[in-house]
């Protein structure tokens, strides 16, 4: 760990594109002004209440909620959501499609959606599904993708990034954005509430979500 300083975002530069990684496990691009989420997983608490495991259906609001928040406060040109917007197709009911199809109504032609693995089949009327997008020196994608070139970042989800900080014999876990080197992936933390990870390769360079409003890197 570099130190104790915590802050909302921390700025991340690519070959001269400066991004930004905010605690609250948003991606931001000023100079396209678009705004980056992955991996919500809506539905999720249904699909484990269809297999008879008692789960509150509290965090689907939650999460639309938050993505209200964001696009308020960024007011980007476009949100793109890199995958996984949905858990199951099994999931999805009437009120899930409700609030997912008022949610693109209301920011109209402002979010784009890049196809997950968790998203096939569930297909919803006026939303369409991107397999990946380029942006200035930037690929968004879903899955990590092997670099094509050294001046091309991939920026993706799916991984479910986290890592645990220890202390003698107490451990804490938490997301994380993180960033691969060796193949020129940036992985997004998951935006929903109640999704897993995935500890991070040794060499992968991490940034610790604290808390919503902090962020600090750690090596």
């Known amino acids: ?5 915590t802050c909302p975002y921390i700025n991340f ?11 609250s496990q948003a991606l931001f691009i000023p100079s396209s002004r678009e705004l ?20 509150t259906n509290n965090e689907d609001e939650n999460n639309i909620n938050r ?23 099994y999931s999805l009911n009437k009120n899930l499609i409700y609030k997912v199809e008022r949610l693109f109504k209301i920011f109209e032609n402002k979010i784009e ?6 998203d096939q089949g ?8 991107l397999k990946e997008k380029k942006s200035l ?11 094509k070139d050294n001046n091309t970042l991939n920026i993706c989800g799916h991984y479910h990034p986290k890592l645990i900080l220890r202390n003698n014999q107490d451990q804490l876990s938490f997301k994380c954005f993180a960033f691969d080197s060796i193949n020129n992936n940036l992985y997004l933390p998951s935006f929903g509430d109640m999704t897993g990870g995935f500890l991070c390769k040794k060499h992968f360079k ?4 604290i808390s919503e409003n902090n962020i600090i890197e750690i090596n």
């Open 206 to 209: 991490k940034w610790a979500l």
């Open 13 to 23: 530069s690519w070959n001269g594109t400066k991004l930004e990684l905010y605690a």
């Open 67 to 89: 993505i209200y928040k964001l696009i308020n406060q960024f007011k980007p040109k476009k949100l793109v959501i890199l995958g996984d917007l949905f858990h199951s197709k």
């Open 137 to 147: 020196n930037l690929l968004f994608t879903h899955e990590p993708i092997t670099k």
């Open 122 to 129: 569930c297909q919803i009327s006026n939303i369409s599904y």
């Open 113 to 118: 959606l890049i196809e997950g693995n968790h």
């Open 36 to 55: 980056l989420i992955s991996d919500i997983h809506i539905g999720k608490a249904e699909y484990f209440q269809l297999n008879g495991i008692p789960l």
């Open 1 to 5: 760990m570099k130190n104790n300083k």
